[in-house]
Nanobody, 115 residues
Framework: QVQLVESGGGLVQIGGSLKLSCEASGPISRFNAMGWYRQAPGKQRELVAHVYSGGDTTYADSVKGRFIISKDNAKNTVYLQMNSLKPEDTAVYYC?????????WGQGTQVTVSS
C-alpha cells in the first residue's frame, strides 16, 4: 500500500509563493508519473502538473510559467513550487502517483490565496 503525504499548504497573498511537498512511503522511481491535482469548491478535480519517470513534465495551461513540478528520488518526494499565486489558485491540492493500473492519492492540502 502506497501512502502519499502532502504538506506546505496555507494562506498566502495574491502574488505570493508557496511550495508543496509530497512524500511517498516508498521509492517514487517505480511510478510511471507523479502529479499534482487540485479541486476548488464546487468544481471538478483538475490536473495541475505531472512529472514522468524520465523527468519530462506537463502543466495545465492555467499554471504554465508560474508553477514548477520537480522530484527528488532520493527523498521519495515530489514538489510543486507555486509562484505569482492568484485567487483562482485557491483549492485543495492533491498529490497522485500513477502506478497503472492503480492510482494512489494523498489526503490533500489546502491552499488559499487572498488579498
Amino acid at each position: 500500500q502506497v501512502q502519499l503525504v502532502e504538506s506546505g499548504g496555507g494562506l498566502v497573498q495574491i502574488g505570493g509563493s508557496l511550495k508543496l511537498s509530497c512524500e511517498a512511503s516508498g521509492p517514487i522511481s517505480r511510478f510511471n508519473a507523479m502529479g499534482w491535482y487540485r479541486q476548488a469548491p464546487g468544481k471538478q478535480r483538475e490536473l495541475v502538473a505531472h512529472v514522468y519517470s524520465g523527468g519530462d513534465t506537463t502543466y495545465a495551461d492555467s499554471v504554465k510559467g508560474r508553477f514548477i513540478i520537480s522530484k527528488d528520488n532520493a527523498k521519495n518526494t515530489v514538489y510543486l513550487q507555486m509562484n505569482s499565486l492568484k485567487p483562482e489558485d485557491t483549492a485543495v491540492y492533491y498529490c497522485a502517483a500513477d502506478a497503472l493500473p492503480d492510482w494512489y492519492w494523498g489526503q490533500g492540502t489546502q491552499v488559499t490565496v487572498s488579498s
